[in-house]
Every structure is written in C-alpha cells, then in structure tokens.
Nanobody
Framework: QVQLVESGGGLVQAGGSLRLSCAASANILRFNAMAWYRQAPGNSRELVARMTSGGSTNYASSVKGRFTISRDNAKNTVYLQMNSLKPEDTADYYC???????????WGQGTQVTVSS
C-alpha cells in the first residue's frame, strides 16, 4: 500500500505564495505520473498539475504560469509551488500517484489552501 502525505497548505493573502509537498512511501519513479488535484466546495475534483516519470508536465489552464510541479527523486517527494495566488485557488489540494497515466491510483489525505482577498 502506497501512502502519500501532503503538507504545506494554509492561509495566504491574494498574490502570495505557498509550496505544497507530497511525501510518498514508495519510489515515485515507479509511477507513470505524479499529480496534484484540487477540490473546492461544491465542485468536482480537478487536475491542477501532473508530471510523468519522464519529466513531462502539464497544467490546468487556470494555473499555467503561476504553479510549478517538481520532484525530488531522492526524497520521493513531489512539490507544487504556487505563486500569485488568487481567491479562486482556494480548495483542498490532493497529491495522487498514477500507475496508469490517465487514472490516479493512490491519493493523499489532502491539504487545505485558503486564499483571502
């Protein structure tokens, strides 16, 4: 069983930055991709950013240019650097490991991000 533990959420003012971390209990390179998702109240969960084992990345259009996904293979940790945060970025953020590229197989417990205006 793979465990993913997120950290780094919190309350920040609009325009500020946060860095989320996701520590995995397994070698993250065994997965086709690692990703960050978010879910705001009343909304469905959406993909925010994804990085394949080969290092390719893709982002939701709403965060492109503001958010960056990265990883530290030695630490089995994935990061989400979030800059120029907006109130609409407020959500619970989840880390996911994809054994199949398009389907998340493992989830973390989530970390809350609140952006005040």
């Amino acid at each position: 069983q793979v465990q993913l533990v997120e950290s780094g959420g919190g309350l920040v003012q609009a325009g500020g930055s946060l860095r989320l971390s996701c520590a995995a209990s397994a070698n993250i390179l065994r997965f086709n991709a690692m990703a960050w998702y978010r879910q705001a109240p009343g909304n469905s969960r959406e993909l925010v950013a994804r990085m394949t084992s080969g290092g390719s990345t893709n982002y939701a259009s709403s965060v492109k240019g503001r958010f960056t996904i990265s990883r530290d293979n030695a630490k089995n940790t994935v990061y989400l650097q979030m800059n120029s945060l907006k109130p609409e970025d407020t959500a619970d953020y989840y880390c996911a490991a994809h054994e199949i590229l398009s389907v998340p197989g493992y989830w973390g417990q989530g970390t809350q991000v609140t952006v005040s205006s």
